[in-house]
């Protein structure tokens, strides 16, 4: 009964790791937008925005026009072209009068900034004002794969048998968390690029790793037995994590 177990959970990881040409197409290179979000202070009196950018010859161009229900959640967004160094915005009210905003530097990528309607100033949102907003999405970034991935380690390790599950809790607790650490950082530095590789060059680093702590926690396995847990556990633990997150579209 054991012998079906394990063969099926190999069957198992070898079918998830062929969705790895799959996610190598999901992590393709793409363009790297350069996005601006204006916050609006209030619409009310909003009747249309246009957006104009600078050129080579620093001559201000139309971009884009938002109408009024585009600015109704008091957000608009616009992709900046490569070339232009500053934008500002015009902005339609409801009873014809129109005010243009002073023009500022638009060079910083994903650049929020707010627009009081009423002073008809432009000004950068503090990031520092706001970073508590992120710190709830940086933890479940981290602790979301760590939970998950603990989680179908210690059932993979009940079918293989393994005892002293708090071994698989404690080595996860520090390979996965280094791991996801290093994932944001990389990422968040080669915004565009793909990092398939880096993930897998991970992963790899990640089953040795783990591969020479059960060598020591559990001397009377077979070796055979401990490095086929490691690889099909990481292999089922990764595949059905990148199923669920496409299922949610995360």
Not at 3 to 30: E, Q, V, W, Y
Not at 89 to 95: H, M, R
Not at 219 to 246: C, H, Q
Request: glycine share 4%; with cysteine; charged share 20%.
């Amino acid at each position: 009964m054991l012998t079906a177990k394990r063969s099926c959970l190999l069957l198992a990881a070898l079918i998830l790791l062929c969705l790895l040409p799959g996610s190598a197409r999901a992590n393709a290179p793409a363009p790297d937008p350069y996005w601006k979000t204006i916050i609006l202070s209030d619409t009310s009196e909003v009747a249309s925005i246009a957006v104009y950018v600078d050129g080579p010859e620093g001559i201000f161009r139309l971009l884009e026009t938002f109408e009024s229900e585009h600015t109704k959640d008091q957000t608009i967004h616009f992709e900046r072209p490569r070339d232009a160094a500053r934008f500002y915005i015009e902005v339609t009210l409801a009873d014809g009068t129109i005010q243009s905003s002073q023009p500022v530097d638009g060079s910083e990528k994903r650049q929020t900034l707010r627009y009081d309607v009423q002073a008809n100033t432009l000004k950068k949102v503090i990031t520092n004002q706001l970073g508590w907003l992120f710190f709830p999405l940086i933890m479940f970034i981290l602790f979301l794969p760590l939970a998950f991935t603990i989680a179908v380690e210690v059932i993979v390790a009940v079918c293989y048998q393994f005892n002293r599950l708090g071994n698989v809790l404690l080595i996860n607790l520090v390979t996965n968390l280094l791991m996801n650490c290093l994932l944001f950082y990389l990422r968040s530095m080669m915004k565009g690029q793909s990092t398939l590789w880096v993930t897998v060059l991970l992963e790899i680093v990640v089953v040795v790793v783990e591969y020479l702590f059960y060598t020591k926690k559990y001397p009377d396995y077979t070796k055979g037995k401990r490095l086929s847990y490691t690889l099909v556990a990481n292999a089922i633990s990764w595949g059905l994590f990148e199923l669920v997150m496409k299922f949610f579209g995360i």
